[in-house]
């Protein structure tokens, strides 16, 4: 756990969580009862932070990998992370919104903690939305955070020149976890159609509030490269996908359909049409261009509904 913690050297640190998961995966709970406790003082609370980010990042990851061996349990096999969840939320929020507001709005050691606490909060909403009190609602905070990290703008002379490291940089990957986030959370909790009765109260409230709420900031998003900027493939693709969900419901479809324009003719068509990028790639690897194909089916749904064209 030490080495853990303490080691910069990426492709170490990732053997040393690897071998950590795999302890985990056989002496957590019942054998290593002070493991979770011993994460937790490593991360330790905003307040307490004393410019360690290395340490705090590491025990980050190390928790990851402990919510995610839990990832695509049943409900009744996840009683260890309801546990962790219960213990560890109320600690990794307040972080999460301090390093959204970080001093160095564009830190990278800021944007690395937070994609960990990004990623701790998909495993541990996968497949199970824990009980949801619309007076006492434990996950708006959360929204907050995932909110302005899709806001947050990231201006071209802050971002690596280089195209591979800008396609990694922590920032980028950041927008990638919150909006792969909310469209999971769209896509298995919010349609209120569709979902089971203990999560009915859940699909109203982000049917209703959540999702209309954040089409801003995914229409500022698929705006960047209209306008000449930046934005990752899969970032793009993950907003699509948000506004392929969106179309089905009536909130969010009002707020689309005022954007309806910019959205066929800035944002899908360009994006449908091959560059010279693509027609190399499809000359000298097909199976690479098919795979890397995204699905444009929402596009046809608006237009079918605006129009009588059979297209």
Same mark, same amino acid.
């Given at each position: 756990?030490?080495?853990?913690?303490? %080691?910069? %050297?990426? #492709?170490?640190?990732?053997?040393?969580?690897?071998?950590?998961?795999?302890?985990?995966?056989?002496?957590?709970?019942?054998?290593?009862?002070?493991?979770?406790?011993?994460?937790?003082?490593?991360?330790?609370?905003?307040? %307490?932070?004393? !410019?360690?980010?290395?340490? /705090?990042?590491?025990?980050?990851?190390? @928790?990851?990998?402990?919510?995610?061996?839990?990832?695509?349990?049943?409900?009744?096999? *996840?009683?260890p992370l309801n546990d962790i969840v219960q213990i560890s939320f109320p600690l990794l929020l307040p972080w999460g919104q301090k390093l959204i507001s970080y001093p160095d709005e564009l830190s990278v050691e800021a944007a690395?903690?937070?994609?960990?606490?990004?990623?701790?909060?998909?495993? #541990?909403?996968?497949?199970?939305?824990?009980?949801?009190?619309?007076?006492?609602?434990?996950?708006?905070?959360?929204?907050?955070?995932?909110?302005? &990290? @899709?806001?947050?703008?990231?201006?071209?002379?802050?971002?690596?020149?280089?195209?591979?490291?800008? +396609?990694?940089?922590?920032?980028?990957?950041?927008?990638?976890?919150?909006? $792969?986030?909310? #469209?999971?959370?769209?896509?298995?909790?919010?349609?209120?159609?569709?979902?089971? =009765?203990?999560?009915?109260?859940?699909?109203?409230?982000?049917? +209703?509030?959540?999702?209309?709420?954040?089409? $801003?900031?995914?229409? %500022?998003? @698929?705006?960047? *490269?209209?306008? !000449?900027?930046?934005? &990752?493939?899969?970032?793009?693709?993950?907003?699509? #996908?948000?506004?392929? @969900?969106?179309?089905?419901?009536?909130?969010?479809?009002?707020?689309?359909?005022? $954007?309806?324009?910019?959205?066929?003719?800035?944002?899908?068509?360009?994006?449908?049409?091959?560059?010279?990028?693509?027609?190399?790639?499809?000359?000298?690897?097909?199976? =690479?261009?098919?795979? *890397? $194909?995204?699905?444009? /089916?929402?596009?046809?749904?608006? &237009?079918?509904?605006?129009?009588? &064209?059979?297209?």
């Amino acid at each position: 756990m030490d080495a853990l913690l303490s %080691e910069h %050297e990426k #492709s170490l640190r990732d053997l040393f969580a690897e071998a950590f998961n795999h302890m985990a995966m056989y002496d957590y709970p019942q054998k290593w009862g002070n493991l979770l406790p011993t994460l937790l003082n490593a991360i330790g609370t905003p307040d %307490e932070f004393d !410019g360690s980010a290395l340490r /705090v990042h590491n025990a980050l990851l190390a @928790l990851r990998k402990l919510c995610k061996r839990y990832e695509y349990k049943s409900k009744e096999q *996840r009683g260890p992370l309801n546990d962790i969840v219960q213990i560890s939320f109320p600690l990794l929020l307040p972080w999460g919104q301090k390093l959204i507001s970080y001093p160095d709005e564009l830190s990278v050691e800021a944007a690395m903690m937070l994609k960990q606490i990004l990623k701790i909060f998909w495993s #541990s909403t996968q497949f199970y939305l824990p009980g949801f009190d619309l007076q006492n609602n434990p996950i708006a905070p959360w929204f907050d955070i995932i909110y302005a &990290t @899709l806001a947050k703008p990231l201006p071209e002379k802050d971002q690596p020149a280089d195209a591979v490291e800008r +396609n990694s940089w922590p920032w980028w990957k950041c927008k990638k976890w919150a909006i $792969q986030i909310l #469209s999971r959370l769209f896509n298995r909790y919010g349609m209120p159609s569709y979902v089971e =009765e203990e999560t009915k109260a859940f699909a109203q409230y982000f049917a +209703n509030d959540t999702a209309p709420r954040f089409l $801003q900031p995914v229409f %500022e998003i @698929l705006n960047l *490269r209209p306008s !000449g900027q930046y934005c &990752t493939d899969r970032v793009l693709h993950l907003c699509l #996908s948000f506004l392929d @969900l969106a179309v089905e419901l009536a909130p969010t479809y009002k707020v689309l359909k005022s $954007q309806l324009d910019f959205l066929l003719f800035k944002v899908c068509f360009p994006t449908c049409c091959l560059t010279a990028e693509y027609v190399e790639l499809f000359e000298t690897d097909p199976h =690479e261009f098919v795979s *890397r $194909q995204v699905s444009f /089916v929402f596009i046809f749904e608006i &237009t079918a509904i605006e129009t009588d &064209t059979n297209l």
